[in-house]
T-cell receptor, first 110, second 110 residues
């Protein structure tokens, strides 16, 4: 049982480049989330989804887009990366109260 | 801004002692409060949750206390072990959202 898998694990981008982070879960969970984690700031919610085909904005959505075309996948896109988007990104999924997190993607924008 | 926060960013505990980690929240509409543990280089892991209509819940070596009068949540860890060294986050669930505080780093001294 893989749980929540994030790809890639590490990435370095140049300012202005675009990329997509993939989150895949095999637990048939309805709810999926994207967070960013910065030192001293905990986890901040970027976007979330309550089911296939749905997305909603979280606390810090600017500069990011998401898609949930399939129930098991939740994609996070950066159209034009900025140094302020340097962070560790975590995806999570849940059905009940307990959320399951991926191992994170460390993104550096130079 | 964030509605969930922690009182202290760091806590140093002697091995074998009990640990108490505190959290203040501001959103009275949240239906669940949850504690997560994050070890270095990993995603957060669920520890225990408490529903908003309860004031105490016990797990294996952990107890969560909820005081709705002062909007305070705490996690007590009995007989702290080296493996308890991690960052601890409180989180609250409100509708579909999961919001996290900044975290407390717990260091266990041998």
């Amino acid at each position: 049982n893989a749980g929540v898998t994030q790809t890639p694990k590490f990435r370095v981008l140049k300012t202005g480049q675009s990329m997509t982070l993939l989150c895949a879960q095999d637990m048939n969970h309805e709810y999926m989330y994207w967070y960013r984690q910065d030192p001293g700031m905990g986890l901040r919610l970027i976007h979330y989804s309550v089911g296939e085909g749905t997305t909603a904005k979280g606390e810090v959505p600017d500069g990011y887009n998401v898609s949930r075309l399939k129930k098991q996948n939740f994609l996070l896109g950066l159209e034009s990366a900025a140094p302020s988007q340097t962070s560790v990104y975590f995806c999570a999924s849940r059905k009940g109260v307990e959320a399951f997190f991926g191992q994170g993607t460390r993104l550096t924008v130079v | 801004g964030e509605s969930v926060g922690l009182h202290l960013p760091t806590l140093s505990v002697q091995e074998g002692d009990n640990s108490i980690i505190n959290c203040a929240y501001s959103n009275s509409a949240s239906d669940y409060f949850i504690w997560y543990k994050q070890e270095s280089g990993k995603g957060p892991q669920f520890i225990i949750d408490i529903r908003s209509n309860m004031d105490k819940r016990q797990g294996q070596r952990v107890t969560v206390l909820l005081n709705k009068t002062v909007k305070h949540l705490s996690l007590q860890i009995a007989a702290t072990q080296p493996g308890d060294s991690a960052v601890y986050f409180c989180a609250e669930r409100n509708d579909y959202k999961l919001s996290f505080g900044a975290g407390t780093t717990v260091t266990v001294r041998a």
